[in-house]
Each structure stands twice: as C-alpha cells, then as structure tokens.
C-alpha cells in the first residue's frame, strides 16, 4: 500500500505524489473493496489503483455485526481464493449440503419438502457457503492494507467529479482533487455518483422488509439450507458455523418493524412459529435488523470515464442470496477488462473497454433481478389455485436431475460467459 497518515481514526494520502491513480474506485464495502484488491493484485503494479469509503475503518459502528450473512456461490469463492481473501475466512465459512423447499402453512402438523436440492456440484464442489458479513469486511479490509498499488481512504468520501481532457478530477471530502483515468462507482443502492453521472434507474420497492438474525440450535442443521415460502413472504434458514443459523425473513415493513422492536423472548417466539420443532431449542446468537428490499437496475452500467459496480448498478430481491454474488461478476468482469488493458498500455478510462464491461453485464443483471422477481411473485400468492400448480411444477421439477443440475449451476455462478477469476483461473 502506498504512503498513507495513520492518525488511529482512518486512512487519508499525504502529500500530492498520491493523487494521480489510474483507477479510484468510490465506495469499500464488499464490492469495492473486492475490485480494489483484484486491480492491484491481477495487474501486479501496473494500475495505481485507489479506494475511498466515507465510513470509518475502526470504530466499533464499522466493524459492528448487522446480522447478515451471505451466501456465497462457488463461483464467489474461486474469485476470493483466487485473490487470497478465501484464506482469510476459510476457518468461519460453512458450506451448503443441501437446500429444501417448501411452501406448507404454518399450522400444518407436516412440513413436507417441496423441492430438494443437492449442494454439491457434479465435481463434488459445494455450490455455495454462508459466511457472516463481518468476517469479509474484516477479511477484505486487513488484505486491502498489505496489497501494494492500492491506496485505502477511509474515512474519505467522494463528493463529486469532473471531466477533464484526459481522465476524471475528484473531489474528496478530507484529501482535496485526486484524478483518474477512471471511476468506479462501488457506493452502493443509493448512489450519488450514478446520480451525479445522470444515469436513472428501473425498478421498484418491494412492500417488504428482510428481518437478518442469527440463532443457536439445539439439534444439528447438517449444512442444510431451508427456503419455507410464507404468504407474507419467504422465510429463509441458513447454516452458519458452530450449529448456528441465518435467518432471512421477509415481512410487510410496517410488521418488520414491530418485529424487530419486540424484547428478544417474543421475537423468539415468533421465530419459533416458523421454524417448528426441527432443530430443538433455539437462542438468538447476534443483533437482528430489518432491511427494506427493491429491484433496481441502472440505465447504463457505464459512462464517459465511469463504470458502476455492485449495487450501485443492481439489486435484487434476496430470496435466492445473490445480489452480492452478481456484484462480484461485475468485479471479475471489469477487472479482466482493464487488466488485460493494462498490459498493452491502453487507458483504462476509454470508452470501448467501458462498452465492453456493459455488453458483458447488463443483460445478465437484468436477467438475475428478474428471474428473482418473478419467483417471489410466484410465491407470494397464497390462493389454493395457484399453490396447486406450483406443487405440480415443484413436484415435476424435483423428479427432473438434469434440470434440478442446471439450477445448481446457475446458483454456483457457473452458467453464461463466466469471467477467468470467477473459474479460478488467472488473469
Ligand atoms: C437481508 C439481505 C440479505 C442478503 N443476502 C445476500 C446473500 O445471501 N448473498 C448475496 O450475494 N447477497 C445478499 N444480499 C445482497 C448484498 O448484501 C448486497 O448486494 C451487497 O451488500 C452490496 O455490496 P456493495 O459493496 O455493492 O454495496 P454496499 O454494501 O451498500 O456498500 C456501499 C459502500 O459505499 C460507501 N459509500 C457510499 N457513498 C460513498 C461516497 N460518496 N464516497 C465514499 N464511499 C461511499 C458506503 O459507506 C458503503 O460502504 C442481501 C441483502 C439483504 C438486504
């Protein structure tokens, strides 16, 4: 890592030799701190790459658990070993056995699988883990200190940008003008720099919050991953570590709220209604907090010297744990783009490598947020009609191995024009 001021509350660059980047990339949470790491380290020196994050590195608020974990596709994962950040989490990360589904009410006496899922792929590889989010900020944060080439701003935000002749001046909060070549805007949903570039988006709210809360069960969960489709909305477990679980559950926001504000005896035992009896006993094991949930997509996924990334450029309906995992193709896409760019020395800001890296991305995001969409839609009726022909199609699914295959491979990251990083092999 460059030369940067270490004052005990962040990062900032000292001096103006640390202004000139090739890329500066705004935002360092789990997708731009990923793209930071993999310019760096893939480009081996080539690219003076920077990363700015408006939130404090070491205070308690940024290193705090929110209660989320994520599921993270194989292909996720070829992604992080092959950038060193897999070795760093390795010892937290449980990998997925299985994935039931079902759809039966909550007062049935039964609850039987809909749909079973192997979670091995044909190579005997699991096809996704869950991993608690703080260890990756951890993970991604410590590998962003000691990967040279890349300079970390924290707490730094990007206020706003400018074209020039030859690349992009940034103005930022605490360290004045940098330049670039190019931008990368990693700021998340609600980014200003999308909206500073004038790119709109498509989409709209679910009525629905995700409640994130992390429970200890009594009996073993086997690494096995269960999706009980509810009338008010999918209700997800997910094994984490040391007989723990994820729960992500979906409710109306306004009934979210109450249940988040419940004392933690009545939360459990609303938790408890849903889970049934099959895992014991259960304890709450973290914080919970409840997360409002809408599908976006950018316009354009890239303008004159800027490309979006992650969600900044989508987000998805989490019911299939994949908005980060599309945010990391993005990643790995990009970042074969303007590596191999780099290495005929042509500008990672011009404009065919930027067409290149929106060809590749935007139909597959697209495509992701819909098909999301569309199966919570699906689910979310709760007319016996419709439940019958969706047990029909389940049922039919379920006696299908050739397509129940394709559905783990499409879940691993594996399926369409998979970027090198994503296969684990190198740039
Ligand atoms: C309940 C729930 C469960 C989920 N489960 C999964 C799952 O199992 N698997 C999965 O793949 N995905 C999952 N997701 C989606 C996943 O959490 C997101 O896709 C992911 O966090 C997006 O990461 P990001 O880095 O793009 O954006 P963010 O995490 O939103 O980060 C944006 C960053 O930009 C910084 N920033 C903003 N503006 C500026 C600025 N001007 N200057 C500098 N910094 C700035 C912010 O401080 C922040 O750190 C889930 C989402 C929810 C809500």
Sequence with gaps: MQAVKKDGKGETP????????????AGGSFVGLT?????????RGALRVAVADRTPLNTARARSHDGRASAHS??????????????????????ITGIDITDTALDSVVRPTLLHFDGALASGEPAAYMLENHRLRDALISLARETGGLTFLAPESVLDFQLTSSGITARLEHSGEVTAALLIAAD??????RKRAGIKTIGWSYPHAGIAATLALEKPHEGRAIQHFLPAGPFAILPLPDNRVSLVWTEARARADELIALYDAEFLSQA???????FGEVKLAG???????????????????????????HGVHPLAGQGLNIGLRDVAALSEILVEAARLGLDPGGARLLARYQRWRRFDSAFSGLAMDALNQLFSHDNAPLRAIRSLGLGLVDR??????????????LTGTVPRLLKGEAI
């Design 400 to 413: 299908a191995p050739p397509l129940k295959r394709l559905f783990v491979r499409e879940a691993a990251g």
């Design 272 to 278: 408890r209604t849903r889970i049934g009896g099959r």
């Design 14 to 25: 000292m001096g103006d030799e640390n202004k000139r980047f090739d890329v500066l990339i």
């Design 35 to 43: 793209q930071a790491i993999a310019l760096a380290h893939c480009a």
């Design 188 to 193: 998340g949903r609600k980014s200003a720099l």
């Design 74 to 95: 194989a292909a996720s994962k070829h992604l992080f070993s092959a950038l060193g950040v897999w070795q760093r989490v390795e010892r937290h990360v449980q990998p």
């Design 287 to 313: 914080p919970r907090a409840a997360f409002p949930l809408n599908l976006h997509l950018a316009r354009s996924f890239v303008a004159e010297r800027m490309a979006l990334v992650g969600d900044a450029a």
